[in-house]
C-alpha cells in the first residue's frame, strides 16, 4: 500500500471545515458557560466564558500540532494551518472575554492589578504581558505559516523548537503556583 503524496480537500474547504468546528466550539463554550453560571455563579459573569473559551482553544490546538508534528507528506499540509488558525481565533475570543469583559477595556485595569480590581472587582487577569505576547507572536506565526512555503525537512529541529515554545506559553499559566481565581487557576487546580 503507497502512501498518497497529497492531503484530500482544497486548502479552502479545509479551512471552512476547521472554521465550522472553531463555531461550533465557540458555540458550546458560550453555552457552557451561560450553564454555569446559573449552576455556579460567580461575581464576574465572564469568569466562565473565559475559561471556555481557554478549553476550545486547547481543544483546537491539538488537531493543529499532530497535524503538523505527522505530517509526512512533501505536499503543502494546509490541514494545520487551518486548526492553527481557528485555535488563534479561540485564544482571540478568550483575550477578548478576559480584557474586554472582565476589565471593562480599560488598559489601567488590565496591566495594573491593583487598581484594576478597585476599578473592576472582576478583572483578574494574571498573565497579561505573556498573554498579550503569545497573541502577537502566534499572530507573526501565523501570518509566516500562510505566506511561506512548506519547509524542508532541514528546519524540522526549529519547528520543534518553535512548537515548544507555543505550548510552553500557552499552558505555563496552567502550571503556575498560584491557584487563585484566574483565568487559568481554576484549570490547574
Same mark, same amino acid.
Given at each position: 500500500m503507497s502512501k498518497d503524496n497529497d492531503f484530500q480537500g482544497s486548502p479552502a474547504s479545509i479551512f471552512w471545515f476547521a472554521f465550522s468546528a472553531f463555531l461550533a466550539l465557540m458555540a458550546i463554550a458560550h453555552g457552557a458557560a451561560f450553564l454555569m453560571q446559573h449552576v455556579a455563579p460567580v461575581e464576574?459573569?465572564?469568569?466562565?466564558?473565559?475559561?471556555?473559551?481557554?478549553?476550545? !482553544?486547547?481543544?483546537?490546538?491539538?488537531?493543529?500540532?499532530?497535524?503538523? $508534528? &505527522?505530517?509526512?507528506?512533501?505536499? %503543502?499540509?494546509? @490541514?494545520?494551518?487551518?486548526?492553527?488558525?481557528?485555535?488563534?481565533?479561540?485564544?482571540?475570543?478568550?483575550?477578548?472575554? !478576559?480584557?474586554?469583559?472582565?476589565?471593562?477595556?480599560?488598559?489601567?485595569? $488590565? &496591566?495594573?492589578?491593583?487598581?484594576? %480590581?478597585?476599578? @473592576?472587582?472582576?478583572?483578574?487577569?494574571?498573565?497579561t504581558r505573556p498573554d498579550t505576547f503569545l497573541a502577537a507572536w502566534w499572530g507573526l506565526d501565523l501570518i509566516l505559516a500562510w505566506s511561506l512555503r512548506e519547509p524542508s525537512n532541514g528546519c524540522a529541529f526549529s519547528e520543534a523548537r518553535s512548537i515548544c515554545w507555543h505550548l510552553r506559553c500557552f499552558l505555563e499559566p496552567l502550571c503556575s503556583q498560584t491557584r487563585s481565581k484566574s483565568a487559568y487557576g481554576c484549570l490547574a487546580s
Amino acid at each position: 500500500m503507497s502512501k498518497d503524496n497529497d492531503f484530500q480537500g482544497s486548502p479552502a474547504s479545509i479551512f471552512w471545515f476547521a472554521f465550522s468546528a472553531f463555531l461550533a466550539l465557540m458555540a458550546i463554550a458560550h453555552g457552557a458557560a451561560f450553564l454555569m453560571q446559573h449552576v455556579a455563579p460567580v461575581e464576574d459573569v465572564f469568569y466562565y466564558r473565559v475559561i471556555f473559551a481557554i478549553q476550545a !482553544s486547547i481543544l483546537l490546538l491539538t488537531p493543529a500540532l499532530c497535524f503538523h $508534528i &505527522f505530517s509526512h507528506s512533501d505536499a %503543502r499540509n494546509s @490541514y494545520w494551518r487551518a486548526f492553527w488558525t481557528v485555535a488563534y481565533l479561540a485564544l482571540l475570543v478568550r483575550l477578548y472575554w !478576559s480584557f474586554v469583559g472582565s476589565c471593562g477595556g480599560s488598559i489601567d485595569a $488590565i &496591566f495594573d492589578q491593583i487598581q484594576g %480590581r478597585k476599578l @473592576y472587582p472582576g478583572c483578574f487577569v494574571e498573565h497579561t504581558r505573556p498573554d498579550t505576547f503569545l497573541a502577537a507572536w502566534w499572530g507573526l506565526d501565523l501570518i509566516l505559516a500562510w505566506s511561506l512555503r512548506e519547509p524542508s525537512n532541514g528546519c524540522a529541529f526549529s519547528e520543534a523548537r518553535s512548537i515548544c515554545w507555543h505550548l510552553r506559553c500557552f499552558l505555563e499559566p496552567l502550571c503556575s503556583q498560584t491557584r487563585s481565581k484566574s483565568a487559568y487557576g481554576c484549570l490547574a487546580s
